[in-house]
């Protein structure tokens, strides 16, 4: 039995419909939906398309998905009717057609970790790891729902940092709008008006006006230039790990963006080692994923080097200690975790810590960025203002005169 997804439309009421049904092929739901009154317009197998590679499944959508699952498995619920209960939930919309390829791929005998990640790319080996190990170990539901609580975590920093980059962007494109309406229209009127007066311009007003010229036709090759970089950047980070690590490390140098990068690296591969070694993930292979969950290409990069290398009997804190932006004081919660027995405790409490450090960080850059864009915003209108206001004092002392 497979998941078809389909269009059609309701031969009693005539209002069109869509949803799943599971058949043999797609013969099979056709017949199935015709006897149930639905006349198919669009029908194909669940997952094909856009949502097989993981369009959908956004972060938010999974741990929801991982919440919901584990309460049920910890209910008493078998996996294939929790699966079932969840496809059928309204608040999943699309995501339900991912989640029913999944359940398909549970029928065929697949993990739940390999079915959800062979359906999803957006599942990453993180995740995976996780559920592989709580599946291994028989305990799935509370392996779903640490999981979860992790993931929650992460879409609160994201959104974090996504608010804290509001204002600056609102701020800097009020301050483009301004510069196009005056120098590309305000000025070249005023200057028309100066020249027919027969007024001499200061020095100020002319090379505002200079640098409205060259921007005129400056400004739109600029533009394809600055769009042709990106788009070269973009595709050289898509095909070139290296120079995504590269550039990534160029990025801990920068003032008070390093600092505050820094920290929130520390912050999820310390709160992703610890769930990892909590569930049963050996340190080699926890090492590794929580460099790939720490966000920073650089990290990652040293992060699975370091990983042979504590396979090859160095200690875990000695290999933190060679990865330039874990080597602060996290090798030092890991030796007092190593000491008490307890590391994924450790670990834990080290996030909390770097968590305060990373909010009073970004505070801290925020603090300071919101008057700078203001007193550059502010800079501009003044000369602006000069460029007009000086003409003008000089055209009413003429006329005084």
């Not at 990892?276 to 990652?300: H, I, M, N, Y």
């Amino acid at each position: 039995m497979a998941t078809f997804q389909y269009k059609g439309i309701h031969s009693a009421s005539g209002r069109s419909t869509k949803g799943l049904v599971e058949a043999l092929d797609i013969k099979d739901a056709r017949e199935k939906l015709k006897r149930d009154g639905v006349l198919t317009q669009k029908i194909s197998q669940s997952g094909g398309g856009k949502t097989r590679r993981g369009k959908l499944f956004d972060l938010a959508t999974r741990s929801h998905l991982y919440r919901e699952l584990g309460a049920m498995l910890h209910a008493g619920l078998p996996l294939d009717q929790a699966m079932n209960l969840l496809i059928e939930t309204p608040e999943l919309g699309d995501n339900a057609n991912v989640l029913a390829m999944a359940r398909d791929k549970l029928k065929e005998g697949r993990p739940l970790a390999d079915a959800l990640s062979e359906s999803s790319s957006k599942v990453t080996r993180f995740e995976h790891s996780v559920i592989e190990v709580g599946e291994r170990a028989g305990t799935l539901d509370s392996a779903l729902d640490k999981l979860a609580e992790f993931l929650e975590r992460e879409q609160t920093i994201r959104d974090r940092v996504k608010a804290a980059m509001v204002y600056p962007s609102v701020v800097f494109g009020f301050a483009i709008l301004v510069a196009v309406a005056v120098l590309g229209i305000m000025l070249p009127n005023f200057q028309k008006l100066l020249d027919k007066m027969n007024v001499e311009l200061p020095f100020i007003t002319r090379a505002v006006i200079a640098f409205g010229d060259v921007m005129r036709w400056a400004g739109p090759i600029l533009l394809v230039l600055l769009g042709l970089a990106a788009f070269w950047l973009w595709k050289r980070l898509e095909s070139s790990p290296s120079f995504r690590a590269k550039l990534n490390r160029q990025l801990f140098r920068v003032p008070l963006v390093g600092g505050a990068m820094e920290a929130l690296v520390n912050l999820r591969f310390s709160r992703t080692l610890g769930l990892l070694l909590r569930g049963g993930v050996p340190v080699t292979e926890g090492l590794s994923l929580a460099g790939r969950a720490s966000g920073s290409p650089w990290v990652a990069e040293l992060a699975d080097h370091e990983s042979t290398e504590v396979a090859g009997g160095s200690s875990l804190a000695d290999a933190l200690a060679r990865i330039p932006p874990l080597s602060g004081s996290l090798p030092g919660w890991v030796r007092a975790g190593e000491a008490s027995g307890d590391l994924p405790r450790l670990l834990d409490c080290a996030a909390e810590r770097y968590e305060r450090t990373w909010d009073r960080k970004v505070s801290r850059i925020l603090d300071l960025l919101q008057p700078i864009l203001i007193l550059i915003v502010g800079g501009f209108v003044l000369l602006v203002a000069l460029a007009i206001l000086l003409p003008v004092l000089s055209l009413n002392k003429s006329i005084g005169v």
